[in-house]
């Protein structure tokens, strides 16, 4: 499985991406190893995610979802 997940950063920025293990991917987040974006910004929350079993649609997912404005993020994470 692919996920497309969106977390929250300390400072309240939102950044989403894709991993094929949710848990780790966010672990890795919050040990400030999870890509430069994040690095100072721990911890973070995850706020949302969504199962692909191909990587190419959880990418494709994700570039839809990265061109959002924030509200339009929250809105998402408000509905799940």
Known sequence: MWYVYVIECKDGLLYTGITNNL???????????????????????????????????ALKREAVIKGW???????LVAQS
């Open 23 to 57: 848990k780790v991917r966010i672990g890795q987040h919050n040990r400030g190893r999870g890509c430069r974006f994040t690095k100072f910004r721990i911890p973070v929350k995850l706020l949302y995610n969504e199962a692909f079993l191909e990587k190419n649609d």
């Open 69 to 75: 404005t924030r509200q339009r993020k929250l809105a």
